[in-house]
């Protein structure tokens, strides 16, 4: 037995095991599986293994890695196109929102001004009379004064400790 072949048996060994304990974890085992496969065939027979070198080798390349990864950017930049066009519409919707908000606004403002100019002269009424009430009451009531008592020669507070 080869070197390489040895090192292909491990890694048929190592793919056999990850597709044996992936269903377990909760993940698939055709990947694992297939990789086992392959890894299988290519320990078994050299034709196999050059072939599939010779594509990971392709693979891994510049040009056709650079393919790949072309690929799966256009492939995830389609799967914003649904987000982007969410968010398009919610935007036009937002601002036909916004402009109907600021319409509403305006026409408010332009019915409640009178109404608003009617209720503050009615409360400048009511304020008028209530502080002419509430002065003419204030005319009206004089205080009671107690009377004036004068002060006596018993209530001497200097003599207080006087004896007799």
């Known amino acids: 037995m080869h070197r390489s072949a040895a090192v292909w048996f491990a890694l048929a060994g190592l793919t056999g095991g990850w597709s044996l304990l992936a269903?377990?974890?909760g993940g698939g085992a055709v990947l694992p599986g297939l990789l086992a496969?392959?890894?299988l065939a290519c320990a078994v027979n050299?034709?196999?293994r050059?072939?599939?070198m010779a594509k990971v080798l392709w693979a891994l390349s510049g040009s056709g890695?650079?393919?790949v990864v072309i690929v799966i950017g256009a492939a995830m930049l389609w799967q914003l196109v649904g987000v982007e066009l969410a968010l398009l519409m919610a935007g036009d919707v937002?601002?036909?929102v916004e402009v109907l908000a600021a319409v509403s606004l305006v026409a408010a403002n332009t019915r409640l001004r009178p109404i608003k100019a009617r209720l503050v002269e009615r409360l400048r009424r009511v304020r008028r009379a209530f502080v002419s009430r509430i002065a003419r009451a204030a005319r009206a009531t004089r205080t009671v004064r107690p009377p004036r008592v004068a002060p006596s020669e018993d209530d001497d507070p200097a003599g207080a400790f006087a004896f007799a």
Do not use: F
């Open 94 to 96: 937002l601002a036909y």
């Open 50 to 52: 050059d072939r599939v």
């Open 65 to 67: 890695l650079r393919a």
């Open 37 to 39: 496969v392959i890894a």
């Open 46 to 48: 050299a034709g196999v």
């Open 23 to 25: 269903p377990g974890a």
